[in-house]
Every structure is written in C-alpha cells, then in structure tokens.
C-alpha cells in the first residue's frame, strides 16, 4: 500500500531523512519510533506531501506522491492525517468538523456528509457530541473528531503524528482504543507514537529511526525482546 524508496531529505544543510526505504503492506499497522529529532514527523508528512523529498519515491496504492502531474487534493482525500494538535476548526461543530472536506472537495450533498459525519461520531463513541464546539470538548474527544474528520473521506490509509502526546493521561486511553478498532477493521496505519504498549498490541511492525535513518524494522515482539542495535537498546532503555 504503501512504497518509500531511496528517500532523501535535507533542510538547508541537515539532511533529516537518509536512504529511507520501507515498504507497509495493505492493512498492516506499522508503528515509528524513536528519539525527538530523528525524522519521524518528516517521514510520515512526506507521505502525504506535507514535505517534499529531494530524491526517490513514494507511492501510495500506485499514486506516485511527489510526482508533480499528482493531484494533491485526491491523494490528501486518499490519506488521512492526524496530528498531535487536533487542528478542528474553532467555529464549526464536531459533525460541521467532520462534513466539512467530503462536502468542499468531494461535492458530497450536506445532508448526506453530515449523516455520514454522525455514523462516525457514533462509532468513535462521540454519539451526544455532534453539536459541540471543539471548545467544549476534552482533548481526547477533540482527537476522536480529528480522527472521525480523516475517515470522512473514506482515505485507503490513515497516518498519525503522536496522536496522544497532547492528551492529559487519562484521555489516551480512550484515542487509543480508537486507533485499535480503526486497526480490526482493516485500515492501513503509519502510527508514529510513544506508546509503547500500543506498538507492540496492535502493530505489525516497529520501525526504528534514529538520526534520520531507519536503524531496525522488526515485528514488536522480537523488537522490544531482542533488539539488534545498541542505539534500539539504548532507546528502550529509556523508555520502558
Ligand atoms: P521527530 O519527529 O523524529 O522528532 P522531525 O522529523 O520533526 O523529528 O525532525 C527531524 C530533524 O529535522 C530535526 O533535526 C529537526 O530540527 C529538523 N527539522 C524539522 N522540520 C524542520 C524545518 N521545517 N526546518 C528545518 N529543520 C527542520
Ligand atoms: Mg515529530
């Protein structure tokens, strides 16, 4: 579903992503770790064109990413994005938050994006909420809309940038349990994220970044058991 080859990035003199190749198959949850700095964000934005890359390619279910003949709106409908600051809009309502692209970049009827937009609200446990304003809502039910907005537009995979690092404690658990039946359903998923626990549940795969390079990919039982590396060792001795 996902193809990354041979990608290089720099900002001015700092090259961030170093000959990354990776490759996440359809329905698979891929899980990006490391330490601050290493280059996830930039990876995982660059799959959806929110970084450009210098050199190779990235194809998503065929669509070469930064080919320039690529259309950007139909690829951004194609991938879902969440970020660590939920980035609702103030001013419109969660099924408002939610309807909003299908009904701007889709041509999708209001009535029926927003009927749409209450099935998922529903479905992410968010069934009282529909006419509150991000505002009114924790963080954690912001997110929950966040991601409710992304699947809107039916994306074939669902990226997310530390999607709970903003959330006080006690609301990551229920962004979480989102992500894990967004999983079972089938959803392709790059998750870059600090929770370990949820990495090694629910993901097929831990990739291991360190100095804008990919240093392991491994499934997360022989990654957290027997890590190969000592810069994934020392990483995990910080962390668990
Ligand atoms: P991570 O998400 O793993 O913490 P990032 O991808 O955010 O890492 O950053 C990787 C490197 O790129 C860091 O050294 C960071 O300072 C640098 N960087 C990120 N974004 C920019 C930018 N817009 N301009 C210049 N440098 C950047
Ligand atoms: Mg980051």
């Not at 969440?82 to 309807?99: D, G, I, K, W």
């Not at 009827?109 to 209450?118: L, R």
């Not at 349990?177 to 097929?204: K, P, Q, W, Y």
Request: aromatic share 6%; proline share 5%; net charge neutral.
């Amino acid at each position: 579903m996902i193809q990354i080859k041979h990608v290089n990035k720099s900002f001015g003199s700092v090259q961030v992503l170093k000959n990354i190749d990776l490759e996440v198959q359809k329905s698979h949850v891929f899980a990006l770790i490391g330490p601050s700095g290493a280059g996830k964000s930039t990876l995982i934005r660059s799959i959806n064109a929110l970084e450009s890359i210098q050199t190779g390619e990235i194809i998503v279910d065929g669509i070469s990413v930064h080919d320039k003949k690529t259309n950007i709106n139909q690829l951004r409908s194609d991938i879902g994005f969440v970020f660590q600051s939920f980035n609702l809009y103030p001013h419109l309502t969660a099924v408002e938050n939610v309807a909003i692209a299908p009904v701007q970049v889709k041509k999708v009827p209001k009535d029926q994006a927003e009927e749409k937009a209450k099935k998922l609200l529903t479905s992410l446990g968010l069934g009282e909420k529909f006419g509150s304003y991000p505002s009114q809502l924790s963080g954690g039910q912001q997110q929950r809309v966040a991601i409710a907005r992304a699947l809107a537009m039916d994306p074939k995979v669902m990226l997310f940038d530390e999607p709970t690092s903003a959330l006080d404690p006690e609301m990551i658990k229920e962004v979480l349990d989102a992500m894990r039946s967004l999983a079972a359903t089938g959803m392709t998923m790059v998750v870059v994220t600090h929770e370990m626990g949820f990495a090694r549940e629910i993901c097929n795969q831990i990739v291991f970044m360190a100095d804008g390079a990919i240093v392991e990919v491994a499934p997360p039982e022989q990654f957290f058991t027997h890590p190969k590396t000592e810069r994934a060792k020392d990483f995990l001795s910080k962390v668990l």
